[in-house]
């Protein structure tokens, strides 16, 4: 993920506008499924839905390339053991246009929960050393 937005008021309007379009499908997956959407983290075009069961999950839409004005789709799980970070993380979809993710978002939805919930602590693989 770049670092931030760094634009003006009007680009950044234009980058989430894809997103503010399905925000009212994120908000009601997320209340339906007892998920926390989060809104541009990091200042930066994109959706989260997060949740815990066992371990955190996390379903992310954002902007991948702003200059095509392309998205991607990305989930993971973590845990974190004393000053030790494990993950598992794939790439649903990369680089491709808003109307496809728009266009199939509740099977994207779908399809992301069910793989993200399969997944459990003990196939997360070793991601660093992190400061509390």
């Not at 503010?20 to 983290?41: C, G, H, T």
């Not at 993950?87 to 992301?112: C, G, M, Q, Y």
């Amino acid at each position: 993920m770049p670092d931030g937005f760094h634009g003006s008021k009007e680009e950044w309007e234009k980058l989430e506008a894809p997103l503010v379009e399905i925000d009212e499908l994120l908000q009601n997956f997320a209340r339906e499924n007892n998920m926390k959407l989060v809104k541009n983290y990091h200042n930066w075009p994109c959706r989260h839905l997060r949740w815990i069961k066992d371990i955190p999950k996390l379903i992310e839409i954002a902007l991948e390339d702003k200059e095509l004005m392309t998205f991607r789709v990305w989930i993971c799980t973590f845990h974190d053991i004393e000053q030790k970070r494990f993950w598992k993380h794939s790439t649903l979809k990369s680089n491709v246009s808003f109307p496809e993710i728009r266009d199939n978002l509740a099977e994207i939805l779908a399809d992301s929960k069910k793989m993200l919930e399969s997944w459990s602590a003990k196939g997360l693989k070793f991601a660093g050393e992190i400061n509390k």
